[in-house]
């Protein structure tokens, strides 16, 4: 497993390396994102976390209050080097879509310099791996490659913070402005500007728009294999046009990053046009509990005890159809490589060494509520997505990894 150090060194030797691919004129800009598996504790039940992460998106009560936001997974994340102060304290952010507060201080202590203002404002956001208390701050943020944002609202972290955090030190959230109404304590109607409004209007970025994307999984080692592109898209990172697709105006799935979508397993419809979410921090995809049992029965898949996935013979993997998502008019295929978990990661959630696993699993509740499905990493690892807040919508493309085979 990784040491601090050296995550550290890995994300700096990206950053130098990345530096080619921005672009310039006030155009995207990209910065390398690291992902890696928290197992200090041996084998990671990544589906139980993902369960507990689903369930706090679907929970109607959380609307208010400062407690509404999931973290992002610790088990299996995302993390981005920031800089915050003058000079910079580095701090490793888990970079999560599912959420809207940037906080610091679970792990290295947030340092006060000439840049920094404290406000006196309680801020608190409850989340599915722990809670978040502390302070607002005012302060300048780094994210690298000349991307410095003045004047962003930071939460510091006080002795009440608890959870499991992994080897983050707080998180960088990039969902809707919406999940941050409630986090301060004595202003509870407003909401606090994210690291990409402000980006957008402090004039950095020209539109308000975060875009992701991935290489496949082909190690467990904390790899360099995500980037974050502020203020648009990067040319090479998408193969063909991008399809977007307004935010759906079914709630709870409104508040977050929420499409409408149909999915077909090879051509057999089986999940209607429906609303749900899209998020890079949960770990598989989630589906309406009919439309997981119309894939098990597809598929052959049967349920494996250790690891809570569906497991497969590789007959039965060799007979896989394309699993079709119909999004905005077009069809998003993940390919039968794209449905397995990495095998070379099945040690890391208790499967056996040659086992294939689906990654497709159970929404858990009853179709029609407003939240019918997760596209979780699985998806987003295939496909371009582009959260465009100036617009209201997501993206999609296909990728240069779209059809790998690398699992």
């Keep these: 497993m990784f040491s601090a150090a050296s995550l550290l060194t890995t994300i700096l030797l990206a950053l130098s390396i990345m530096g080619s ?6 155009s995207p800009i990209t910065l390398p994102i690291v992902r890696r598996l928290n197992v200090s504790d041996g084998t990671i039940n990544l589906l139980q976390q993902d369960k507990a992460r689903v369930a706090a998106f679907k929970d109607q009560s959380l609307k208010h209050g400062g407690h509404g936001t999931p973290a992002a997974n610790v088990g299996n994340g995302y993390y981005i080097a920031v800089g915050i102060g003058s000079p910079a304290t580095t701090y490793f952010l888990i970079v999560d879509t599912g959420s809207s507060n940037t906080w610091v201080g679970a792990k290295t202590p947030y340092v006060s310099t000439s840049t920094s203002t404290f406000t006196g404002e309680h801020v608190a956001v409850s989340y599915t791996t722990g809670h978040f208390s502390g302070y607002e701050y005012i302060d300048t943020v780094d994210l690298g490659n000349g991307l410095t944002i003045a004047q962003q609202s930071i939460g510091v972290a006080a002795a009440d913070t608890s959870g499991n955090w992994g080897n983050a030190d707080g998180i960088l959230g990039l969902g809707p402005v919406g999940l ?9 109607g407003t909401t606090i500007p994210t690291i990409t409004d402000n980006l957008h209007n402090q004039g950095t970025i020209h539109r308000e728009i975060v875009s992701i994307s991935f290489e496949p999984i082909t190690s467990a080692q904390a790899t360099v294999n995500g980037e974050l592109t502020f203020g648009g898209t990067v040319k090479n990172k ?8 307004p935010i759906t105006n079914a709630y709870p799935s409104s508040r977050f990053w929420g499409i409408d979508q149909s999915i077909s397993y090879g051509s057999s419809l089986i999940m209607s046009s429906t609303a749900g979410i899209v998020d890079v921090g949960t770990t598989f995809i989630h589906i309406a509990s009919y439309a997981y049992k119309n894939y098990k029965s597809a598929t052959g898949g049967t349920l494996d005890a250790a690891t809570g996935l569906l497991l497969i013979s590789s007959a039965q993997y060799a007979a896989l159809e394309n699993l079709n998502f119909n999004i905005g008019g077009e069809t998003f295929s993940l390919t039968p490589n794209a ?13 056996s060494s040659n086992g294939i696993y689906l990654v497709v699993s159970d929404v858990g509740s009853p179709s029609g509520k407003g939240f019918d499905f997760v596209n979780g990493y699985p998806f987003t690892e295939r496909f371009l997505t582009v959260f465009d807040s100036s617009r209201s919508r997501i993206g999609f493309a296909n990728t240069p990894y779209t059809g790998a085979t690398t699992n």
């Design 21 to 26: 691919l921005v672009e310039v004129n006030n």
């Design 180 to 188: 941050t109404k409630g986090s301060l304590t004595d202003e509870s």
């Design 238 to 245: 998408h193969a063909g046009p991008i399809t977007y697709t």
């Design 339 to 351: 449905q397995i978990w990495p095998r070379v990661l099945n040690a890391y959630v208790g499967g």
